[in-house]
C-alpha cells in the first residue's frame, strides 16, 4: 500500500508518500514540506489569505518534488483526446477557487503520468479553513484526474499516530498535544479511539511563545526563538525573574496560558527602556516563559497518565520539538513513572508534515473514503 498525503492546514504545505512494505512498518518514500515562515513573520503570526494564495503557488512544486524524490515521477509521450478535454473541464471547476492550482495543475497532469499509489490522503480539519481548503480541493482533483480514492484525515490525530511510526506503542497512551493553535490531553484507548480529557482555555502553548517572543521583540514563530535564548542562560544572564503557573495545582487535566502572556506584558512594560532592551532581560524571561510552560505540560500529562493507568506518554505538535520540554519530560517520567513509555517524535516530524498523514491513513481501518461529503472543518475535534 502506498499513500500519497496532504496537509495544509496552516502556513506548511507538506506533501509526502509513505508506503508499508509489510503490516506495522512504514518507509518514508519523500517528505516535502514548504514553509511559509519568513512571509509571516512581518506579520507576527500566520496571514489566512496569504497563507492560502502560497498553497496555491506551492502545491505543484510540492507535489513534484515529492513524487520525484519517490522516483515515480515519469513523463507521458503524447496522450490526447475528447476524454481528456472533459476531465479538464471538470477539474476546472473543482479549483473553480483557486486558478492559479488549475494553470499549473493542468501543465503537470499533461506533462507526467499517474503514480502508481493506491490513495490520496488529505487534512481535512483542524486547521485554517481557507487553507485548509486549497488541500482539499487539490485532493479532488487529483482523485479525479487519476481515479484513486480520497482519504479524509484529522490533523490532530496525525501528530498522536505519527509516534507510531516503527514504535510498538503499548496502549492505553496519554497524549499531549501541543501546537501554535492547540494544546490538548488526550486518553488514547485505541487507534481511532479518543477522549479528549484536558485542553486550554484560552491560548495554545505555542500561541503563547509565539505572542510572548513578540512582546519581547523575537520574530515568529517565537517558541525556537524562545528557545534558543534560553539554552543562552547559563552563560550570560545571572538575572531571575518569576512568572506564574496557571492552573498547576488544579484538580482537572485544563491548561491555561493567557494569565502568562499577560504577566510578561506586565513585567515588560514596567522595565525601564534599557533594562527590556538588555539582553540579559530577554535571556531571563525566555528562560522562565519556557519552563512555566514546561512545568504546568508535565504536571497535567503526568497527572492523566498516573489517573488513567496509561502505559505510555506521547508528545506530538509543534512545541514538542522543543528540546527542554522533552528532556523535561523523560527526566520525570523516568522518576515518576519508571513503568511507563516515552515517545516524541524527531523535530521535522513535531511540527506540522504529511508524513503523520499518511501514517494515520495507514493505521486507521474506520477511514472516510469518498469525495461527496468532503469539507473544511477547521474546528474539527478528534
Ligand atoms: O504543529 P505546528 O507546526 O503547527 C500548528 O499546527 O500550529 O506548531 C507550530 C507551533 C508554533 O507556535 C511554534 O512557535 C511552536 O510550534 N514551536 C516551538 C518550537 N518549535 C516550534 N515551541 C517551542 N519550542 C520549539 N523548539
Ligand atoms: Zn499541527
Known amino acids: 500500500m502506498k499513500i500519497l498525503s496532504i496537509d495544509t492546514s496552516c502556513d506548511d504545505t507538506s506533501i509526502s508518500i509513505v508506503s508499508t512494505p509489510k503490516k506495522g512498518c512504514f518507509t518514508i518514500l519523500s517528505n516535502i514540506v514548504s514553509?511559509?515562515?519568513k512571509l509571516h513573520q512581518e506579520y507576527g503570526g500566520v496571514y489566512p489569505s496569504l497563507a492560502k494564495r502560497e498553497h496555491q503557488k506551492n502545491l505543484v512544486p510540492v507535489l513534484q518534488k515529492a513524487l520525484k524524490g519517490a522516483k515515480l515521477l515519469s513523463e507521458v509521450r503524447g496522450v490526447k483526446g475528447a476524454k481528456l478535454l472533459l476531465k479538464f473541464k471538470k477539474l476546472s471547476e473543482i479549483l473553480e477557487r483557486e486558478p492559479e492550482l488549475y494553470k499549473?495543475?493542468?501543465?503537470?497532469?499533461?506533462?507526467?503520468?499517474?503514480?502508481?499509489?493506491?490513495?490520496i490522503a488529505v487534512t481535512v480539519g483542524p486547521g485554517l479553513e481557507p487553507c485548509l481548503w486549497v488541500g482539499i480541493n487539490f485532493a479532488r482533483a487529483l482523485e479525479h484526474y487519476w481515479g484513486i480514492p480520497v482519504i479524509q484525515i484529522n490533523h490532530i490525530e496525525g501528530h498522536v499516530l505519527?509516534?507510531?511510526?516503527?514504535?510498538?506503542?503499548?496502549?492505553?497512551?496519554?497524549?499531549?498535544?501541543?501546537?501554535?493553535?492547540?494544546?490538548?490531553?488526550?486518553?488514547?484507548?485505541?487507534i481511532g479511539k479518543y477522549e479528549i480529557i484536558g485542553e486550554t482555555r484560552d491560548d495554545a502553548a505555542g500561541e503563547c511563545f509565539d505572542k510572548t517572543a513578540r512582546i519581547l521583540g523575537l520574530p515568529y514563530p517565537g517558541g525556537p526563538e524562545i528557545a534558543r535564548m534560553a539554552s543562552d542562560s547559563n552563560k550570560t544572564s545571572t538575572q531571575v525573574i518569576t512568572m506564574p503557573r496557571p492552573m498547576l495545582h488544579t484538580k482537572d487535566y485544563d491548561l491555561s496560558f493567557s494569565g502568562l502572556k499577560?504577566?510578561?506584558?506586565y513585567d515588560f512594560k514596567k522595565r525601564t527602556k534599557k533594562q527590556k532592551g538588555s539582553k540579559a532581560y530577554k535571556i531571563a524571561m525566555a528562560k522562565e516563559i519556557q519552563q512555566s510552560i514546561i512545568d504546568v505540560l508535565i504536571k497535567k500529562t503526568l497527572k492523566a497518565t498516573r489517573d488513567h493507568g496509561a502505559k505510555t506518554v506521547i508528545l506530538g505538535g509543534g512545541v514538542s520539538a522543543n528540546k527542554e520540554l522533552k528532556r523535561q519530560f523523560k527526566k520525570n517520567i523516568k522518576k515518576q513513572l519508571p513503568k511507563v513509555q516515552f515517545l516524541a517524535p524527531i523535530p521535522k516530524l513535531s511540527t506540522d508534515n504529511a508524513v503523520m498523514i499518511a501514517i494515520t491513513a495507514l493505521l486507521n481501518k474506520n477511514n472516510k473514503k469518498g469525495v461527496k461529503a468532503i469539507k473544511a472543518q477547521g474546528n474539527l475535534r478528534i
Open 35 to 37: 514553509s511559509q515562515e
Open 162 to 190: 505519527i509516534n507510531f511510526l516503527n514504535n510498538d506503542v503499548k496502549l492505553p497512551a496519554i497524549a499531549l498535544i501541543v501546537s501554535g493553535g492547540h494544546t490538548q490531553i488526550i486518553l488514547v484507548k485505541k
Open 104 to 119: 499549473k495543475l493542468e501543465k503537470f497532469l499533461k506533462k507526467y503520468k499517474k503514480p502508481n499509489i493506491d490513495a
Open 262 to 265: 499577560t504577566a510578561v506584558l
